[in-house]
């Protein structure tokens, strides 16, 4: 299998702050690819480099073994984006959107009309074709965002955090195009904040912290990785207040993450501290409704990686 | 091609953007109407060609340009242009500001000046018109009697006739305030394109479309000119509109080149376009199109597009002022075209708005290049 995306020592510094520090990473044709990380890990960086839109200040960056430095035009045909921020013309229809887009990727005349219907029809939007994107839902300007990007049928496509701020069904709608444009032929590279997405659809994933990829495999290859660790889950019958900071100084816990009634206690597997857990917070008259010893997730693997969580 | 689209998809944003086109085309139009009426009598509306008076001291003791001049004088009286000596005691200026004369006109061995009226802009600008064909005339002579002083007289004997080809104005027309307004909105719509131009990158980065237009094969120039060339064509067709307006419901007087005052009009629209680039890359954010516009009507203000002001050829602060404001050059460079048939007073203008459009676009390309993304 061809590797559809080759970075080597990548580097980026905006003065004397380095976003991305020497990052190699390869991404194999057919893979849907997560990537991971927390706000200023260096995770848009890295991509924004991937699209064009920032330079590397060193390192080489190759689509389909090409660099995309000297060969900027192969890579960029090969390339479709999906930026987070919704990159469409609230004053174009649904059509003219698309088609200016694909037009700029080289397609004319009846070529351009076949795969911009197609495109359209793919996101479920050729209904729409003549209206006007400020008059859609979130969702939808969700997936015109999409279809802007899959015209030209590139080879690779970067999804940065398609998903945000849209309803379930359009979310639903989003992932199994996802899997329909993976099956297809494209591969994708991935980036959300919702874990249980990544973990739903990637092949691997790649965890990026202070710059640096410090994890990158399957989820099973990450996951096992994760051997020291014990997630607790705690549901409680009341929200929890500042009392769960006290968990903290309880020998063996490394991090504890609220919400609203659940708390998820990350401790170290060796040390047996759940009694002194479930003890403290009886004293601070909480009442416990369940109590779960779970398997490390992508969640666990991230927070026991990163010593924070994904969405902070 | 990706040019073509990009400009394409720029005209019909802006075709689509109600409230900024209503903005170009009715606000100039409504002002024109306004102005035009209310301002009636604070021109010579009844001035004729026939009235414009012109008084002249000769300082120069009778030498060449003196004769020159006189000779001048005598083809120029044919259409009704009326000069006359300024008596002793009498000052040029003051004979101006009063009103009796159109222009002041000085003939010193170091060369000619003139003083126009700033009360009779229209008649002033005629006569400037003239005088300029005559000072072309004149140094193109005496360039040639520097080399070859025999020939003097063939350069002299051969404009008289090209000089009073330039002189044929047009002597029923009574150029009134709904004819300067027309020109002057027109003028001022044109350089209004410098606005929307400031934004012409920054709104690509405020809609997110910029990522997907630098990460699409095209390069950076090409979105540059595409955005550039569809401006124009928006702008272009706005001023057009208004001329036609002003010409069909207004009955503006638009003289007979119109071709070269689109010529002139394309190029101040092209000034316009680029220096509101080269603002918006300089000015960067949210203040560049407050700064834009408030440079672009005090352009107007000094210009002349609200109402006549200043003089250009008196000097001073307001003079100076008067002089930097490129719809103050177009202005008078249209109305020596219009009104004194007088097509080579274009060509200045063409000159210096695409010498400046060429530094501001050099600038703005010079800047895009260095910037990450657009």
């Not at chain 1, 190699?24 to 990380?37: C, H, K, N």
């Not at chain 1, 890579?75 to 700029?104: H, R, W």
Request: net charge neutral; proline share 3%; glycine share 10%.
């Amino acid at each position: 299998m061809m590797n559809v995306l080759d970075i080597r020592g990548l580097t980026k510094k905006f003065d004397d702050f380095v976003a991305v520090d020497n990052i190699s990473l390869t991404i194999r044709e057919g893979e849907i690819f997560g990537f991971l990380g927390a706000n200023g890990a260096g995770k848009s960086t890295t991509i924004n480099m991937v699209s064009s839109l920032l330079r590397p200040t060193s390192g080489e960056i190759r689509i389909l073994d090409k660099d995309i430095m000297k060969q900027s035009r192969f890579a960029k045909l090969n390339l479709g984006i999906v930026p987070q921020d919704l990159a469409i013309y609230e004053d174009m229809t649904a059509y003219e959107n698309v088609s200016f887009f694909a037009g700029l990727y080289g397609l004319r005349g009846s070529q351009l009309k076949e795969r911009t219907l197609e495109a359209l029809e793919f996101v479920g939007l050729s209904d729409k074709a003549k209206s006007f994107p400020k008059n859609f839902s979130g969702g939808m300007k969700r997936r015109l965002n999409i279809a802007c990007a899959i015209a030209h049928k590139p080879k690779l496509i970067i999804m940065d955090e398609p998903t945000v701020g849209i309803d379930p069904q359009s979310r639903n709608y989003i992932l199994t195009s996802v899997r329909k444009l993976n099956e297809s032929g494209c591969t994708i590279i991935y980036t959300s904040h919702y874990m249980e997405e990544v973990e739903e659809i990637c092949s691997r994933i790649a965890i990026v912290d202070h710059g640096k990829i410090i994890a990158e495999g399957t989820k099973e290859q990450l996951k096992s990785t994760i051997t020291d660790v014990k997630n607790i889950r705690i549901e409680l019958k009341s929200a929890i207040g500042a009392e769960g900071e006290k968990l903290k100084s309880i020998p063996g816990v490394r991090t504890v993450h609220q919400e609203e009634n659940i708390i998820h206690v990350h401790s170290d597997a060796a040390v047996d501290n759940l009694n002194r857990i479930l003890k403290q917070l009886m004293e601070d008259d909480k009442e416990i409704r369940s109590v779960e010893e779970q398997e490390p997730n992508l969640e666990t693997v991230f927070l026991t990686l990163t010593g924070r969580n994904l969405r902070d | 091609m990706n040019i073509l689209s990009i400009a394409l998809k720029e005209i019909k944003q802006d075709f689509r953007d109600r409230r900024t086109l209503l903005f170009l085309l009715v606000f100039p139009i409504v002002l024109m109407l306004i102005l035009g009426l209310a301002l009636t009598n604070a021109f010579s509306s009844d001035v004729s060609i026939g009235d414009l008076k012109v008084v002249v001291k000769d300082a120069t003791g009778g030498g060449e340009l003196s004769q020159a001049f006189t000779t001048f004088t005598k083809e120029v009286g044919k259409t009704g242009v009326v000069f006359e000596s300024l008596q002793p005691g009498e000052n040029g200026r003051e004979e101006v500001e009063n009103n009796r004369y159109t222009d002041y006109v000085e003939l010193t061995n170091q060369g000619i000046s003139v003083y126009g009226s700033s009360r009779d802009p229209i008649g002033s600008n005629i006569v400037q018109g003239m005088l300029a064909s005559f000072t072309d005339k004149y140094n193109a002579a005496a360039a040639v009697a520097r080399i070859e002083p025999a020939k003097t007289e063939m350069v002299f004997a051969g404009g008289k006739q090209d000089y009073i080809k330039e002189l044929s104005v047009d002597p029923d027309r009574t150029p009134g305030s709904i004819d300067y307004y027309a020109l002057a909105m027109t003028v001022m719509v044109a350089m209004w394109a410098a606005m929307p131009a400031g934004g012409l990158i920054q709104r690509e980065i405020g809609r997110g479309t910029a990522v997907r237009l630098v990460t699409a094969p095209v390069r950076k120039s090409e979105i540059f000119i595409g955005k550039i060339l569809g401006g124009i064509v928006t702008n272009l067709l706005c001023v057009i509109v208004i001329i036609l307006f002003s010409k069909y419901v207004f009955k503006a007087y638009w003289g007979s080149h119109m071709g070269i005052v689109l010529v002139v009009l394309v190029s101040e629209v092209v000034m316009a376009m680029s220096l509101g680039l080269a603002g918006g890359y300089l000015l960067k954010g949210a203040a560049s199109r407050g700064i834009i516009s408030l440079v672009v009507q005090l352009m107007s203000f000094f210009g002349g597009a609200y109402f006549p002001i200043g003089n250009d050829s008196g000097g001073g602060f307001m003079g100076f002022l008067v002089n930097l404001s490129p719809i103050r050059w177009a202005n008078r460079g249209l109305t020596q075209v219009i009104y004194g048939n007088d097509v080579s007073a274009a060509w200045p203008v063409v000159g210096i708005n695409i010498g400046f459009a060429a530094l501001f676009l050099g600038a703005s390309m010079i800047m895009m290049r260095r910037r990450e993304g657009l």
